[in-house]
């Protein structure tokens, strides 16, 4: 069989399991590079009987499955993957596994982008190596507001860290139980109190039909003028075009962010120019932890299905 390692941006993937017993089975293809393109995916993929996928970073819908007559299995990393169209692939017999997933290298990065932001850390880094010293005064968050939009397994942990540093934590979600977040030292509030009296912000939703750009110019007009907004969830839970209007007219203070509504971000998208913006290209599960988690279970689903499919 043919299989092949999509969107391995590090070329790492083969480094990160034993793909031997694979190996005996199948004659692997690593693929570094991002399509995007249809076309070029589909004709890419075309002869291929298995395909290894790094979480939604390729669409994997009804068009594209149809254009792919040889395929038989999909190995995604994580628990779920809302890139694939799980119905197509029922319907057209084509296998799709899952693995595990690891909460704390998203949790660290949520942070690293907080304190980055706070503590303006990229530009006292550039002002340090181009001989200049102490440009800004960075903001303490001890005794200041940290606001979660979703407190679910990701937005819990980003809460305790929250809390460690001595932060008064709230939170918003459309379900929330008050007394499900009471017990996690948590206080529940209506979104407007939480976009009004926050001073750090931080999204961790799932993206659905409903939470779609659930962040959107309502929101950050009520957000505080030295407020900032985290998001390494799903850029698309944010109104791209709202939160640019609103870094450009200097409404907030800032915007850290790892998700982004085009991944990989376009050179030239205002993202990678806004002062105001800290940004990092979506690595909060880039971690050696995660990644040989993710291929070594891809490694063990792939020989299961292989033995049952003799």
Same mark, same amino acid.
């Given at each position: $069989?043919?299989?092949?390692?999509?969107?391995?941006?590090?070329?790492?993937?083969?480094?990160?399991?034993?793909?031997?017993?694979?190996?005996?089975?199948?004659?692997?293809?690593?693929? *570094?590079?991002?399509?995007?393109?249809?076309?070029?995916?589909? =004709?890419?993929?075309?002869?291929?009987?298995?395909?290894?996928? $790094?979480?939604? +970073?390729t669409?994997?819908?009804?068009?594209?499955? &149809?254009?792919?007559?040889?395929?038989?299995?999909?190995?995604?990393?994580?628990? !779920?993957?809302?890139?694939?169209d799980?119905?197509?692939?029922?319907?057209?017999?084509?296998? %799709?596994?899952?693995?595990?997933?690891?909460?704390?290298?998203?949790?660290?990065?949520?942070?690293?982008?907080?304190? &980055?932001?706070?503590?303006?850390?990229? #530009?006292?880094?550039?002002?340090?190596?181009?001989?200049?010293? #102490?440009?800004?005064?960075?903001?303490?968050?001890? @005794?200041?507001?940290? @606001?979660?939009?979703? /407190?679910g397994?990701?937005?819990?942990?980003?809460?305790?860290?929250? =809390?460690?540093?001595?932060?008064?934590?709230?939170?918003?979600?459309?379900?929330?139980?008050?007394?499900?977040?009471?017990?996690?030292?948590?206080r529940?509030? &209506?979104?407007?109190?939480?976009?009004?009296?926050?001073?750090?912000?931080s999204?961790? $939703?799932?993206? *659905? !039909?409903?939470?779609?750009?659930?962040?959107?110019?309502?929101?950050?007009?009520?957000?505080?003028p030295?407020?900032? /907004?985290?998001?390494a969830?799903?850029?698309?839970?944010?109104?791209?075009?709202? /939160?640019? !209007?609103?870094?450009?007219?200097?409404?907030?203070?800032?915007?850290?962010?790892?998700?982004?509504?085009?991944?990989? /971000?376009?050179?030239?998208?205002?993202? +990678?120019?806004?002062? *105001?913006?800290?940004?990092?290209?979506?690595?909060?599960? %880039?971690?050696?932890?995660?990644?040989?988690?993710?291929?070594?279970?891809?490694?063990?689903?792939?020989?299961?299905?292989?033995?049952? *499919?003799?």
């Amino acid at each position: $069989m043919k299989l092949a390692i999509i969107d391995d941006y590090q070329s790492v993937a083969l480094e990160m399991a034993d793909w031997s017993t694979v190996k005996e089975r199948c004659e692997i293809t690593v693929f *570094s590079d991002h399509l995007s393109e249809p076309e070029a995916l589909a =004709q890419r993929l075309q002869d291929f009987d298995i395909i290894c996928v $790094m979480r939604e +970073r390729t669409q994997f819908d009804r068009a594209l499955l &149809s254009q792919l007559p040889k395929l038989k299995m999909i190995a995604s990393n994580s628990a !779920a993957n809302a890139a694939i169209d799980i119905s197509a692939c029922e319907e057209m017999g084509i296998h %799709v596994s899952h693995t595990e997933f690891l909460l704390y290298g998203t949790t660290e990065l949520t942070w690293g982008l907080i304190l &980055s932001a706070i503590r303006r850390l990229p #530009q006292e880094i550039n002002n340090f190596r181009a001989g200049r010293w #102490q440009q800004h005064v960075g903001q303490d968050i001890h @005794g200041r507001t940290l @606001g979660i939009v979703g /407190l679910g397994n990701f937005g819990r942990a980003v809460a305790k860290v929250g =809390q460690a540093f001595g932060m008064d934590v709230v939170a918003w979600s459309q379900n929330l139980d008050p007394a499900f977040a009471a017990k996690l030292g948590v206080r529940a509030v &209506s979104k407007e109190e939480l976009f009004s009296g926050s001073d750090v912000i931080s999204i961790h $939703m799932k993206l *659905s !039909a409903r939470s779609h750009h659930m962040v959107g110019a309502a929101e950050l007009a009520l957000m505080k003028p030295s407020a900032w /907004l985290v998001n390494a969830s799903r850029g698309p839970l944010v109104d791209e075009a709202a /939160l640019i !209007a609103a870094l450009k007219a200097e409404q907030i203070a800032g915007a850290a962010l790892d998700t982004y509504d085009q991944e990989p /971000l376009p050179v030239d998208h205002p993202f +990678r120019v806004l002062e *105001s913006v800290i940004a990092t290209p979506h690595i909060g599960f %880039v971690t050696e932890d995660t990644y040989r988690l993710f291929y070594g279970q891809m490694v063990t689903r792939i020989g299961e299905w292989l033995e049952r *499919s003799q």
